[in-house]
């Protein structure tokens, strides 16, 4: 689904080692023809406002919604080659990115977008896309037991950050059971009761270094 790349400059009139040398508590940003180059540290947050468009380069990047009582709600997940946008959003609430690992960003001004066609017809379509992804997410939390709501979960980072083996695929990024249960909207103990019962049924396993291996089977799995 996410797999055209967008025609964006590249990177090497911004220098890179000045700024991916930058400190991970902060944001490291140099302005670049046809937009201004980003790099977040992995663990860092940033209010999303205003009228820009970011285009995740690298990385892994929660869109997060906080509610008036405190409560934080993901909205999606984002790997390489997809766009988001506050303009796609409730104008009420408040909303944050959250980087799941060290993200390089291209943050567009709709300015910027508009000079080229090809550009601007590129945006338009990862905005579906952003939309598409936004629809499943919601299903899952939505829909069917804890078990099979984890299998959807696992099946939908496995289109952004899989990688195929021979056994199955191999998901590239790690996130932990809160995490997941954050996503799913679960309890910990629940996950993590899932995740033991995907792993008995042969369905999904856990590879030396950590990540997950789901099996190529996996989507078939009913409980």
Known sequence: MFQTELSLPTAAPCDPPRWMDAP??????????GGSLQHHGVGRTFVLSGEAFWVV?????????LDYCGR?????????QMVFSRRLLSPSGYYFA?????????V???ADIE?????????NGKLVDLLLHMEAWLAVRCQGSAVEQLRDFLLLVGEQFGRPRPQGVRLELRLTHAQIAMAI?????????????LRADGWIREEADGHLLLGWDLAAARY
Not at 24 to 33: E, F, H, K, N, V
Not at 57 to 65: E, F, H
Request: glycine share 6%.
């Open 57 to 65: 380069q690298s990385g892994a990047l929660w869109i997060m919604k």
């Open 24 to 33: 991970a508590d902060r944001a490291a940003c140099r302005r670049c023809p």
């Open 108 to 110: 567009l001004e709709w």
């Open 98 to 106: 959250q980087a799941e690992s060290d993200v390089q960003l291209w």
């Open 185 to 197: 909207g679960k309890e910990r103990v629940t996950v993590s009761a899932a995740i033991g019962r």
């Open 72 to 80: 934080q709600t993901p909205l999606a997940l984002l790997g390489p």
């Open 115 to 123: 000079r080229s066609r090809v550009l601007s017809a590129q945006i």
